[in-house]
């Protein structure tokens, strides 16, 4: 069973900064792209950020400019830093290790269990 432990959620202000983590196993890590999604309530989950093996970025349009996708080889983890928080950010952001860099295609790989973003105005 894939594991994806994220961390990092929390409410913040228009304007601010949080950064997301998401850790998992050695294999998980260096054998797929890993991904952030999100799902605000009401609306269906959305692609935010995608990096490579290799570590080449791709990002929704909604997020360039704002948001970082990076990998950490040495600690198996992704990170989200998102900056300039705007209230439309709020959602639930979830991980996603996908062998596959379709990012669009929202039923593959596997998930986290999800994080409470929530961006105050």
């Known amino acids: 069973q894939v594991q994806l432990v994220e961390s990092g959620g929390g409410l913040v202000q228009a304007g601010g900064s949080l950064r997301l983590s998401c850790a998992t196993s050695?294999?998980?890590?260096?054998?797929?792209?890993m991904g952030w999604y999100r799902q605000a309530p009401g609306k269906q989950r959305e692609f935010v950020a995608g990096i490579t093996i290799g570590g080449s970025t791709n990002y929704a349009d909604s997020v360039k400019g704002r948001f970082t996708i990076s990998r950490d080889n040495t600690k198996r983890t992704v990170y989200l830093q998102m900056n300039s928080l705007k209230p439309e950010d709020t959602a639930v952001y979830y991980c996603?290790?996908?062998?596959?860099?379709?990012?669009?295609?929202?039923?593959?790989?596997?998930w986290g269990q999800g994080l409470q973003v929530t961006v105050s105005s």
């Open positions: 050695g294999r998980i890590f260096s054998n797929n792209a």
């Open positions: 996603n290790a996908r062998a596959a860099i379709t990012w669009y295609s929202l039923n593959l790989g596997s």
